[in-house]
């Protein structure tokens, strides 16, 4: 969408006027298991790093990223639209289940108009936590 060169009609523009920036973040693909669940969800929330604590609630905050790796297709990008601040990563869920973050994960500004490459996002690790905890009978299967 950033890159296409002509905007089009109803595009999101991003300029010193916006009132929301975008997260940009790599992420690795998350394999079979994903492709053949439709992909996962990836949440990033609001976050007071003065309070340490997360201060999204169920109607806002929310930054997230919907059927990423639905293809198992390689490495890409993508981009999540968020209002201006402090952000942390929430959870990543492929279907019902999920693998919550704590508040120590990586926390990042977003700021208005601008585009926040926050790095390179690999859920391998999560998947695993979530097989095992499936296969363990932690979660329904």
């Not at 002509?6 to 973040?25: E, T």
């Not at 990586?106 to 095992?132: C, H, M, N, W």
Request: net charge neutral; glycine share 12%.
């Amino acid at each position: 969408m950033l890159i296409s060169g002509a905007a089009q009609a109803g595009a999101p523009k991003l300029d010193a006027s916006s009132n929301y920036g975008l997260i940009a973040l790599e992420i690795e693909p998350g394999g079979p298991m994903v492709a053949a669940n439709g992909g996962y969800t990836l949440n990033m929330g609001t976050f007071s790093p003065q309070e340490h604590a997360f201060t999204t609630t169920p109607f806002s905050g929310w930054a997230s990223l919907n059927k990423v790796g639905k293809t198992g297709g390689p490495r890409a990008y993508y981009l999540a639209k968020a209002k201006p601040g402090a952000y942390a990563f929430l959870s990543m869920s492929v279907k019902n289940w999920g693998v919550c973050y704590n508040a120590d994960s990586q926390t990042f500004d977003v700021k208005a108009g601008e585009v926040t490459f926050i790095g390179r996002y690999d859920p391998r690790d999560s998947l695993v936590e979530l097989g095992q905890a499936v296969s363990s009978g932690q979660f329904p299967s």
